[in-house]
């Protein structure tokens, strides 16, 4: 049964970083890209990273570029994002999903079909 478990969340303060962790299991991680989503009570879900499943082409939500850095690693099919410069707005839950047909690097956009649960984060002084 395919799962994906993110980790990595917590509070933090402004300027500070965390590193999401998203494992993925009973699925062939390396045939998917993926993506990274976060949402905010009442708004709608945002795409805010996405990387192809070979891990050459990638995208960022223009509110996260230079700042969050998104990689992959097919062996221990573990997808990442690495978020420095940590803003209050930044505040979501984030969620990991998978992208089934590759959208990241068909159309160089979030797509996602396959949602893991979610780590919160929380950027506050």
């Known amino acids: 049964q395919a799962q994906l478990v993110e980790s990595g969340g917590g509070l933090v303060q402004p300027g500070g970083s965390l590193r999401l962790s998203c494992v993925a299991s009973g699925l062939s991680f390396d045939q998917y890209g993926m993506g990274w989503f976060r949402q905010v009570p009442g708004k709608a879900r945002e795409g805010v990273s996405c990387?192809?499943?070979?891990?050459?082409?990638?995208y960022y939500a223009d509110s996260t570029k230079g700042r969050f850095i998104i990689s992959r690693d097919n062996v221990k099919n573990t997808l990442y994002l690495q978020m420095n410069n940590l803003q209050p707005e930044d505040t979501a839950v984030y969620y990991c999903?998978?992208?089934?047909?590759?959208?990241?690097?068909?159309?160089?956009?979030?797509?996602?079909?396959?949602w893991g649960r979610g780590t919160q984060v929380t950027v506050s002084a």
């Open positions: 990387i192809s499943s070979n891990g050459r082409s990638t």
């Open positions: 999903a998978t992208d089934a047909l590759d959208y990241c690097a068909r159309y160089g956009r979030p797509e996602g079909d396959f």
